[in-house]
Each structure stands twice: as structure tokens, then as C-alpha cells.
């Protein structure tokens, strides 16, 4: 399945500059999602969609990779838009894995399981979801909560969808995983600080 990281967003909240390439612990934000792609077994191509805000992002990854990993330049105008543009640019007419940037704990197991998953549940698209007890137990209040059934879950920024079909609304199968690492991603600098305490203990 191929892949496009989301590395085209502003950062705001952070007030770091480019969020993609934030350092953590030596290494880039993206890097670390790009890296878990890199080893997941049923990865096979990585875009990494950058906008103009994130020119450096995309110095980054071509430096990095060696122009291994492809970089899509989208319009910068919403993140919907920007998610199309990508995968019409890559020319991606099968499912997709869409993922944010800014997962540094995310790993190429839970990629790989994810994918699975997706395998089995029998819809065009599969969006990934944690419990929002996994959110309060590492401290975060997220932004976004949705009610399925009788429960409180929060998106965590990975996507699974029908290229072929990237334009149109899909039916969406909400797979709800309680791993820490789905849900941390990194949006204000506790968030960042919280992050590096994790990948200290590891």
C-alpha cells in the first residue's frame, strides 16, 4: 500500500516554526513517521505532501532521503484539498494510507497492523481512532471527540482511503486502537515536551 505524509500545516499553536521539522531528540518530526513507514512490511511508496509554508520540510526530506522519498508540493489551501491533490499527484488509484506528521511514536508494527485491519473490515475507508481515557491518561485534551457507540473517541490522524475514488464521500469503518502512540501527536509544546519524556524511557 502506498503512503502520503501530511507535512503541509502551519503550526500555529506550536510557534516553533515549521512543525515537520521540529527536532526531537536529534531527529525531525517527519522523519520519525517517514522512518516507520520506511520499515513497515506492507509499505510500498511514501510521498510526503509539503505546502508553501513548509518549504524547509521538503529541503529536509529530499536531503535526508536522498530523493528516495517523493515530495508532492499541494496548493497549501485546506487539508482536505491538499490530501486530493496529493494522491491525483502520485497517481494513486488503490487504497491509501494518509498520515500525519507530527506521530513521532508511531511505529511500523502498528502501521503494518493497521493495514491489516483495514484488510478485513470490508469498506473503502478506514479512519483511526483512540479512546479519549488513552488521551487523559497521557495528560492531553484533544481538540476533536466523537460519540460511537455509547463511547468517546478521538481521530488520531490516520487515514485509510480508496484512491480511485479520493474526490468522493466513503463509507468509513472507525477502528479504535488504545495505543498510547496513536494519540500523542504533537501540536503545543507540552505536547512536545510530554513526547520526548516517552522516547527518553524507551
Do not use: W
Request: charged share 20%; net charge negative.
Amino acid at each position: 500500500m502506498d503512503s502520503v505524509v501530511m507535512a503541509g500545516g502551519l503550526g500555529r499553536r506550536l510557534g516553533m516554526g515549521e512543525k515537520p521539522c521540529i527536532e526531537l531528540m536529534g531527529k525531525y518530526l517527519v522523519t520519525y513517521v517517514i522512518d516507520a513507514l520506511d520499515k513497515a512490511e506492507h509499505i510500498d511508496r511514501i510521498f510526503v505532501a509539503v505546502s508553501p509554508a513548509t518549504p524547509n520540510t521538503e529541503t529536509v526530506v529530499l536531503n535526508h532521503y536522498g530523493g528516495r522519498i517523493k515530495v508532492i508540493r499541494t496548493p497549501g489551501g485546506n487539508y482536505v484539498g491538499d490530501m486530493v491533490h496529493a494522491v491525483e499527484t502520485a497517481g494513486i488509484l488503490k487504497p491509501v494510507l494518509i498520515i500525519m506528521s507530527d506521530l513521532p511514536l508511531i511505529t511500523s508494527e502498528l502501521i503494518d497492523l493497521i493495514i491489516d485491519e483495514y484488510q478485513k473490515c470490508g469498506t473503502p475507508a478506514l479512519s483511526v481512532h483512540v479512546p479519549i481515557s488513552v488521551c487523559r491518561s497521557l495528560g492531553i485534551r484533544p481538540d476533536t471527540v466523537f460519540h460511537r457507540n455509547g463511547k468517546l473517541i478521538v481521530p488520531t490522524g490516520v487515514n485509510i482511503l480508496d484512491g480511485h475514488d479520493i474526490h468522493k464521500e466513503q463509507e468509513d469503518f472507525n477502528l479504535v486502537l488504545e495505543n498510547p502512540e496513536l494519540a500523542l501527536n504533537i501540536n503545543t509544546v507540552n505536547e512536545l515536551a510530554h513526547c520526548k519524556q516517552l522516547l527518553e524511557v524507551v
